[in-house]
């Protein structure tokens, strides 16, 4: 396998690719990136893992999003997208929702976090997200989720945060402990001690600042090591000069 | 500059001691801003201009947008403390047309199609001008709109050549473009071989023309080397863990 940094209108490969990323585009010169990132080269597949890009909604993605305005008949939420999506009341209430009886704000209010899912993207100026759990897996919790420390990053940094099979987030879990929610929109909520929310802050926006580094798995798991180690050795410190 | 009587042909020498196809020191530095979502900032001789992108973001007002296409705005402004005498804030006519002049050309280079009803808001700030920023602007747009991933099929590079004393130069200074005879920007898209701006101020011969495109030609891929460069450092830090400790070859 082949790292190459791919810059906006350069080849990166000349031939015949079988499997192209949609960020690559071919002519006369090869395949050529549009966009900032780094490709890998193996066989005739190219694989691109870009520098940054905006969340762009798939339906049937999980997201987490912020309640940012109401509509007469639903809410907007800031799910990190070019756009706002819209999350209609009749699928919060489960039944037909009337403006003039009831009011919104009772059941969702500006500033809330919630879990959804992606229902419909129409185009990219017209999202629709769901409060129903048509999914049910383990790890997504959908409705408003409160009392939770957020994080957000670009959404092409995920698979270095979830890491090969899971490592990474797998990792975070054990050594953290509390509740990890990683969405798909980049977003991440974390339950617990905020002395440990500090290092986990911490901890990703150092794989977001080394993206493209190898070996990431293995340097956290030395870096939490140091950073619970100091903090153990204070809380012993504390304790004898108690005592 | 010698000044004999031997008969001897003066040597040229710029008013700033350049060689007539010499560049001034150069320095772009890209993602220097950390709220805006792109940003680079180019330093060409006495220039300092700062760059910073927005978007694709939904674009207001709603009448205005585009079905099938992203808006680009560009707005190019030279802050009050940019010249020897104070400039006012205000959008000046030339300002006005600078910007279109630079979202023209930097709209060829993106592919605008991806983003139907959105808008990309593109800030150009010179801090500190010394001739030639319109092509300086363009130069470090380019870069910023590269930092917040906005898809391109090329970068986009400028550079300008001009006449002076009946000389052809590169890259024009700023007593250069007051007093010279004519001055040149012109913006490319290297890989492709396309032109994106051409504009001509004074007067030239078909010659003279066609020898200043190529000089200038020549002080754009100087500058298109930068920018690559710029691009790839950023990567390069998040390529290694520790900065300048391991590298990923280790």
Redesign the interface.
Known sequence: MK?V?A?????IYKGSAQKVDE?IFRDS?GY?P?????AQISGRNIDFI?????YRPVKGDYVIGVVVGYAPNGWFIDIGS???AFLPAADVLNKRFDPRKDELSRYLKIGDIVGLYVSEVR???NILVTMKDVKKAKDRRVGRLSDYYMIKVWSTKLPRIIGKKGSMVKLLKERLGGDIIIAQNGVILYKGPYEKFVILNKIITFIT????????TE?INGLINDMLGTEDRNQDVEGKEGS | MSDNNDGEERVFVRPDGRKADEMRPFKIRAHILRNA??SAEIRLGGNWIIVAVYG???HFPKFEISQDRAILNCRYHMNPYSTSERKSPKPSRREIELSKVIRNALEQAL?LDD????SIDVFIEVAQAEGSTRVASITAASVAL??????????VVGCSAGKYNGHIILDVGEIEDKEGEADLPIAI????RKVVLLQMDGKMTHEEFKEAFDLALKGAMQLYEEQ?AA??K????????EEGVKS?EE
Not at chain 1, 34 to 38: A, D, H, N, Q, R
């Open positions: 790292r940094i810059l906006p209108g350069v080849a960020k010169r050529v549009t966009i900032v990132g780094v870009p520098y940054k890009d905006t070019y756009v706002k185009r990219l100026g600042a080394k993206t493209f580094a190898t070996g990431l340097y | 979502d792109g694709p973001k939904e592919i983003f139907p009803e959105m590269a930092d917040a991933g906005i898809p391109m099929r090329d970068m898209m290297p890989n492709l690559l691009l790839k950023i990567l390069e830090s998040m390529s290694t863990l990923e």
